[in-house]
């Protein structure tokens, strides 16, 4: 089984980043970008004796604990 982790700046965070990537885009000619954010991708591959509910309660534990900073970011796990 596999586990896919986003984690993103929260909305009202700002995203120095972000801007930055989304004013080099536009100088390279893309336009009609109306905002752009920037944040991280994990994979997980997790052992196949694990329930899909064990499974999604450990890595949502390991996403809050160690990958994201709850204070900033916010997070979306998926189950493959």
């Known amino acids: 089984m596999?586990?896919?982790i986003h984690v993103t700046?929260?909305?009202?965070?700002?995203?120095?980043q972000g801007q930055t990537i989304q004013r080099a885009v536009e100088t390279l000619g893309?336009?009609?970008?109306e905002d752009l954010r920037q944040g991280k991708y994990?994979?997980?591959t997790l052992a196949d004796t694990l329930s899909a509910e064990q499974a999604?309660?450990?890595?949502?534990?390991i996403a809050a604990s160690v990958l994201?900073?709850?204070?900033i970011e916010e997070f979306n796990v998926e189950l493959e």
């Open 42 to 44: 994990f994979e997980l």
């Open 2 to 4: 596999k586990a896919r």
């Open 56 to 61: 999604q309660v450990m890595v949502r534990e």
């Open 9 to 16: 700046l929260k909305p009202s965070v700002l995203d120095p």
């Open 68 to 71: 994201a900073n709850p204070v």
């Open 30 to 33: 893309f336009q009609g970008i």
